[in-house]
């Protein structure tokens, strides 16, 4: 099966950087993904590594290791807004073909003032 | 572009009923999917479909069943509505190829079970 672990909470003031940690144990993977849910919304899509190394979307990134079954999301100059749950989710194959998503139990980010 | 609608969005069930969750997507996506969403548990995959006519089970799908008989619906069904079953449903869905990266996500169904 699979697992993902990554921080239940973390906290961070208003303009600072912070970073969520995910490691997992997995087979057949394909890749890491990054999902942002605020109270009472939908998931959405954040970044997808699939090859080692840093991915950078405007004030997000994200960085794979495969070789350490490990992942991180990199948030920079934090907005209230940030304020949300973070999932990482694992990617990997399914028997007759497509593939299916296993996400962590995700980290609640508080950003304050 | 209405992408992935659930419907409903709120129901309350008594222990024994049943119901039907409904996912539609009209960005001809192969793949959906169902998750359920319970405090402190993050999101746990019941069922998914890999194209029209196909499901299989995920990590949680007991006490559930699934169809896709036409590729842009996929049903989520609860024959005999427990308490633990009370949660907020996810339906999603990913086109094939390089594009199966990104789910697009419903707003979500929140089913309280008494």
């Known amino acids: 099966g699979q697992s993902l672990e990554q921080p239940s909470e973390v906290t961070a003031v208003e303009g600072a950087i912070v970073q969520i940690n995910c490691t997992y144990q997995t087979s057949g993977f394909y890749g890491l993904s990054w999902y942002q849910q605020h109270d009472g919304g939908a998931p959405t899509f954040l970044s997808y590594?699939?090859?080692?190394g840093l991915e950078e979307t405007g004030r997000f990134s994200s960085f794979l290791s495969r070789s350490d079954s490990y992942g991180y999301l990199l948030l920079q100059e934090l907005q209230m807004k940030d304020s949300a749950s973070y999932f990482c989710a694992v990617r990997d194959r399914v028997t007759g073909g497509g593939n299916k998503l296993t996400f962590g139990t995700g980290t609640q980010l508080k950003v304050e003032l | 572009n209405a992408g992935v609608t659930q419907t409903p969005k709120f129901r309350v069930l008594k222990t024994g009923q049943s119901m039907t969750l409904l996912c539609a997507q009209d960005m001809n996506h192969e793949y959906m999917y169902w998750y359920r969403q319970d405090p402190g548990m993050g999101l746990r995959l019941i069922h998914y479909s890999v194209g029209e006519g196909t499901t299989a089970k995920g990590e949680v799908p007991d006490g559930y069943n699934v169809s896709r008989l036409k590729k842009q619906n996929f049903l989520l069904g609860l024959e005999s509505a427990a308490p633990s079953q009370t949660s907020v449903y996810f339906c999603?869905?990913?086109?094939?190829?390089?594009?199966?990266?990104?789910?697009?996500f419903g707003a979500g169904s929140r089913l309280t079970v008494l």
């Open positions: 590594n699939g090859l080692d």
């Open positions: 999603a869905s990913t086109p094939g190829g390089t594009g199966a990266n990104v789910l697009t």
